[in-house]
Every structure is written in C-alpha cells, then in structure tokens.
C-alpha cells in the first residue's frame, strides 16, 4: 500500500488557512460595533479558540464548531453492526465546542444544536433521530451546560442526501475575572501538563476515511487487539470542561491552554508570543492512531502534525501547580502528565524525543 497523507485525504491546510486570517482580519474592524452596547472586546482573543467580550463583572466568551466528517463513519460502520453511534457522535460534536471554550478559561453555559440534513428522510430514521438526542443531552449534563435550541434545517442540493451535518455553538463566562486564560501569565519555566486523548477525536477522520477505502475490509478491518477499525474511530471525544471546573475550585488558573483538534501538535504554539514549547515525555498512542499511521505510512512529522497522537489537550501553569494539576485530573478520570517546558527563545515547538522540530511558520491560523 502506497502512503497516504492528510492532503491526499482532501484537507489541506494551506488553502484552508488563508480565508481563516482573511476572515480574522475582516472581523477585527467589527469590534467598534460593541460600543453601541456598551461593550468592548478582548482584542488578544482574536485567533484564539473562542471569542472574548467585557460585560463589565465578568468575561462572555463564544465559539462555533462542527463535527466534521465523523458522522460518515458512523454510518458506515452501521451497515457492519447495527448500532447507529450517534449518541457517540453527538458527544464529539459538543467536545468541539466545549473543549474550545474552556480554552480562554470559561465555563461553558448554554449550547445549541445545529443538524443540518440532505433532506427531511433523514429526520424520519426514529432510532438515529432518539440517538442523537439522547447523546446530545447526556453530554450537557456531563459538561452542565444548558441546551438553549437549535436549527433542523432539510438541505437537499447543498448537503447531500442521507447525511447530515452537526455543528454547535457555545456560550461561556469567564467569572471571576481573574479565571481568563489569554496567554499574558505565560512565563518562561511554565509547565506543560498534557491530557490524554481517547483516541481520534473528530481530527484526521478525513485521513481515516481515505484508508478505509484501501482496505479490503474497509471499517470492519481488525486492529492487533480485535476491535473493529470503525468502531475504534467512533470512541467519543473526551469532554474536559469537568477538568477545568475542578482546577478552580483547587485554585489553579493555568497560563494558557490549547485544545490539540487540526493541525496536531502544532497547536501547542497557538500563543501569538514567541516562546519555545519544549517536550521531554510523550504519551501512550491509541492503538487505532497507531494503526492508522502505520497503515498511511505516516512519518513523525506527518503524525503528530496532524493527528492527536493521545495528547487531545495542553495546559500550560505554574511549575508549582504541575503535580497537582496531574492530580486534579486523575481524580476527574483523565490521565495527565508533565509533559514539557515553556523556555524564552523562538516560537517553535520541540518534541526531543522524536527529535522533531515544528517552527513557528508550521502554524497560520491567526492574522
């Protein structure tokens, strides 16, 4: 089998990543619009996860996500099992969300739900239509977020019939004040705690999807542990606003915090600041990234450029509140480790162990 990379899979970020900065840079000039309402923005939360306003007493911060391609794959690996895995991927969708909010040092509030459908026939399937909000509210309730609504609209022409693509958006508050986490406190000797992924996420399932079409038994293709590639894939998201919420009431505020979706480990230099991201100790891969690199023939680079490689979150504090960050986390159910340091020195992020280099100009996703 020839290797296969995630630009051959149809996601490139190079074309992507123009009109994001293009977008940015439109939107800016949009933030005098809040002094009608007597608001101001937080300037710095421009290229961030999510977007900050000052409503004076506290911070409101909002995000829009989708799931992407995730949603194929469950119907895919339905036909070989039965199951529809839309209460699993209902979880994924909010993660993408949730997980970005808590970036800025939110808590997540109110969520809504956008299903967008091939056409009305996909709303009629009465065990996928009871999946998907039974998952959807169980992740609310999870992460104590309230479901404030949403949109159902039946787009035949512009989403294909029989999918249906699912996106959410999210509204936090940053309450106290002091809880915002935009990368100002971040210092040289900073610490840098990764947490574990549960798997794929719902990053590089473009790339799982283009190998599954290799395979001769596509998603019904065994991993060396017997489980069904698909339904390796489908493993749910890990939510860790619960983490998040648990560190403040232990009073640790992290210095910033980077949600590792696309652009892999790349995005532990999303700061706009120069620093060096200097990583001594990687985590344990998922056996189904595992078999996905091996099977695409990804190098290092390729991998951990683009794929999670079993770290789905960084946080970056205090060197002091390292160990009890770890701590926190086991107590939440998510494996936590010192991964590394923050130094001065050129923005760049350096995985010794790999001896594997990912320089500032690797990552374009702010003006």
């Known amino acids: 089998m020839s290797r296969l990379d995630y630009?051959?899979?149809?996601?490139?970020?190079?074309?992507?990543?123009?009109?994001?900065i293009q977008a940015q840079q439109a939107a800016a000039s949009t933030a005098r619009n809040l002094a009608v309402h007597g608001l101001t923005e937080l300037a710095a939360s421009r290229g961030e996860s999510a977007y900050v306003v000052d409503c004076g007493d506290f911070y409101l911060a909002s995000i829009t996500e989708c799931l992407g391609t995730k949603?194929?794959?469950?119907?895919a690996t339905r036909q070989l099992t039965g199951k529809t895995y839309y209460?699993?991927?209902?979880?994924?969708?909010?993660?993408?969300a949730i997980n970005d909010i808590i970036?800025?040092?939110a808590t997540p509030v109110s969520v809504h739900a956008y299903w967008a459908a091939g056409g009305s026939e996909w709303f009629h399937d009465a065990q996928r239509a009871t999946d998907l909000v039974a998952g959807w509210k169980r992740a609310c309730d999870l992460c104590s977020v309230s479901w404030g609504g949403g949109e159902t609209p039946a787009l035949s022409g512009v989403v294909e019939g029989g999918r249906i693509?699912?996106?959410?958006?999210?509204?936090?508050?940053?309450?106290?004040k002091s809880r915002l986490t935009l990368g100002d406190r971040l210092a040289h000797g900073d610490a840098i705690v990764l947490l574990a992924s549960s798997g794929i996420h719902a990053n590089g399932v473009s790339l799982a999807r283009k190998l599954a079409e290799r395979l001769p038994e596509g998603f019904g293709a065994r991993l060396p542990s017997g489980a069904m590639f698909g339904e390796a894939l489908l493993v749910p998201t890990t939510l860790y606003s619960p983490l998040t919420e648990?560190?403040?009431?232990h009073g640790v505020v992290p210095h910033y915090c980077a949600n590792i979706t696309g652009h892999g480990w790349r995005k532990v230099m999303r700061h706009s600041a120069d620093w060096t991201y200097r990583i001594h100790t990687l985590p344990e891969v998922p056996e189904v990234l595992q078999f996905l690199v091996k099977q695409t023939q990804s190098d290092a680079r390729e991998a951990y450029g683009n794929l999670n490689m079993g770290a789905g979150f960084a946080l970056f504090v205090d060197a002091h509140d390292a160990a009890r960050t770890v701590e926190v986390a086991a107590q939440q159910g998510i494996k936590a480790w010192i991964a590394g340091v923050v130094e001065k020195g050129k923005k760049q992020v350096v995985i010794e162990p790999l001896s594997l280099t990912f320089a500032g100009d690797d990552l374009h996703v702010r003006a």
């Open 7 to 20: 630009k051959q899979a149809g996601v490139d970020y190079s074309k992507i990543d123009p009109l994001k």
């Open 103 to 105: 970036t800025v040092g």
């Open 246 to 249: 648990a560190l403040a009431r």
């Open 87 to 96: 209460d699993q991927i209902a979880q994924d969708t909010l993660a993408m």
């Open 165 to 176: 693509d699912l996106a959410a958006s999210c509204i936090g508050l940053v309450r106290p």
């Open 71 to 75: 949603a194929l794959v469950a119907d």
